[in-house]
């Protein structure tokens, strides 16, 4: 098969006859043997049963119910882990984005063989509460992911090539970062390519502001599990060393201070009446605290089935 085209939705009851008969259109016109992977994310309106009409009318229709609201991050997976295509096409199901855009996706993972082509809506229809947001959400993940081409992290419509998404895993909110998901597991051929981004047709958007500040969140969260999620230690060894010993080191010059004083026969204050000597302390406190972290978390990390768990491309192991 040559792709399949995952589609969470959630209450897109509307849209999806039209979406449905526009991705059959192009895939018609280009010869493509295809699936339509519609992943209904606890829809509280008829969007489930739209689905169920549709796969009557057109066998390559699949669906995907889930009993609740769960969030686009576990519908992505559960697509992704039954997409049976060579490229796996992500986008969403109000409209906005265009299925025209097929062709030149699959093209690029194909024949450019990359292993993901995120697009960027260049111009896009949305008020200026949600797209300076964005810009400024996109710079802080470019720059932490390390993926300096991509302008649009969060863009719906994507392509994969299809070992891409059975190695990665999407959980809560990392819809944001699959490209980031993607390098960590290695496949660091990512590319971009702008596409038309419509106005919404029908419906409302079913994100909030709030997203913003739980994307920051778990871009700080993937950040250290990809830097620091097998070796803890590295982190809160390390922070922890250093608060220890600075605090130590303050507690040694408060000591020095009073003993220098009382030998000079200078006014001097009691060690426990010195609001440093309790600065310190906390210091000392918090790095001994924060270095158990390290220590409890390396031992998490050595008991858990994943901590040899490496992607490997290819291997030769026959003789000649």
Known sequence: MDISVVVPLYNEAESLPELEAWITRVMNENNFTYEILFINDGSTDDSWEVIKRLRQQNPNVKGVSFRRNYGKSPALNTG????????????????????????????????????????????????????????????????????????????????????VVKRIEVYGDMHRYVPYLAKNAGFNRIGEKVVHHQARKYGTTKFGLDRFVNGYLDLA????????????????????????????????????????????????????????????????????????????????????????????????????
């Open 80 to 163: 992704f882990q039954r997409a049976q295509g060579d490229v796996v096409i992500t986008m969403d199901a109000d409209l906005q984005d265009s299925p025209d855009e097929i062709p030149e996706l699959y093209r690029m993972i194909t024949q450019d063989r990359y292993d993901l082509v995120s697009g960027w809506k260049q111009k896009r229809y949305d008020p200026l509460s949600k797209t300076i947001p964005t810009k400024l959400f996109n710079a802080t993940a470019r720059k932490v992911s390390g993926i300096r081409n991509l302008h649009d992290f969060n863009c719906g419509l994507k392509a994969y090539r299809n070992k």
């Open 221 to 320: 969260t993937l950040w250290f599990t990809s830097r620091f999620g097998i070796k803890p230690m590295h982190f809160f060894g390390l922070l922890g060393s250093l608060m220890f010993f600075l605090g130590l080191i303050a507690v040694a010059v408060v000591g020095f201070t009073k003993l220098y004083d009382m030998h000079h026969g200078n006014h001097y204050i009691l060690v426990t009446d010195s609001p440093y000597f309790y600065l310190a302390l906390t210091a000392m406190l918090l790095g001994a605290q924060l270095f158990l972290t390290g220590f409890i978390g390396e031992l998490i990390v050595r008991n858990s089935d994943r901590r040899n768990e490496y992607e490997i491309e290819e291997e030769i192991t026959t003789h000649c």
